[in-house]
């Protein structure tokens, strides 16, 4: 598959590394990468429609928002770009169900477009786990690093601003996780099944390293 102007998928567990690679994509090949999780982050404090709930209680459970929530954040960030035909856009976390899946085509249809592909980081769960409960950020730029594989070269500073205080997100510890894992394996894993009778969907061995993980994602998508 050559690349432009194409939609893309990331679909996997929580950890198993999608974040890291499209941040890849977005900078090294211009895409524009709808992360609904950062969407949703960024409203944390939002209160959700007919409810008492803000939408960061709602992730800190590991719980799904309402579809209504997450398709208006997921419309309003395409409509941010005034080239989005010509543009490859990478969805990240987003389906995450069969429905959102449904709505996606929909909402892709509504921009003349169609999903290209979808590329499922599969990933041994185990692994998953130390990656999130290991996984820690610098407060001032967001770098990310893990306690069990990447610390920072100095003890307690940041390598790329130098920043000596870190923090956790708010959903990645046990119980969170183990929500997220069964919400998972539930709701989002019966979309390998829907891409893959649809054509599209290329496996991606998300266990290897990093730069491993990028080369054949690239080689997959035709970059
Ligand atoms: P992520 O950053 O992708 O790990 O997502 C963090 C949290 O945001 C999830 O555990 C959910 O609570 C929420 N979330 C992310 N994507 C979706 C989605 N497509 N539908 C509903 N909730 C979502």
């Known amino acids: 598959m050559s690349v432009s102007g194409k939609w893309i998928v990331f679909l996997g567990a929580p950890g198993c590394g999608k974040g890291t690679q499209a941040s890849f994509l977005k900078d090294d090949h211009s895409f524009i990468v709808v992360a609904v999780g950062d969407l949703l982050r960024a409203n944390a404090d939002k209160t959700m429609p007919d409810s008492s709930k803000t939408i960061g209680e709602v992730m800190k459970a590991g719980e799904l928002l309402p579809n209504e929530v997450t398709v208006e954040l997921v419309k309003q960030e395409l409509m941010k770009s005034v080239d989005i035909a ?22 892709a249809a509504d ?26 950020t610098c407060a001032k730029c967001g770098m990310i690093y893990n306690k069990h594989f990447v610390n920072p070269k100095v003890d307690g500073e940041c390598d790329v601003c130098g920043g000596h205080e ?20 539930n709701m989002t894993k019966p979309l390998i099944d829907y891409f893959n009778q649809r054509g599209i969907l290329l496996d991606i061995d998300a266990g290897s390293p990093v730069e491993v993980v990028m080369q054949s994602i690239l080689l997959s998508i035709g970059l």
């Open 166 to 185: 870190f923090e956790c997100r708010m959903d990645d510890n046990e119980v969170s996780l183990l929500k997220r894992l069964n919400v998972y394996d």
């Open 86 to 107: 010509s543009r490859n856009v990478l969805f990240d976390g987003f389906p995450r169900t069969v429905t959102q899946a449904d709505l996606l085509n929909d909402l």
């Open 111 to 136: 921009f003349g477009k169609n999903l290209d592909a979808v590329l499922y980081f599969n990933i041994d769960f185990e692994l998953v786990k130390k990656r999130i409960l290991g996984r820690y």
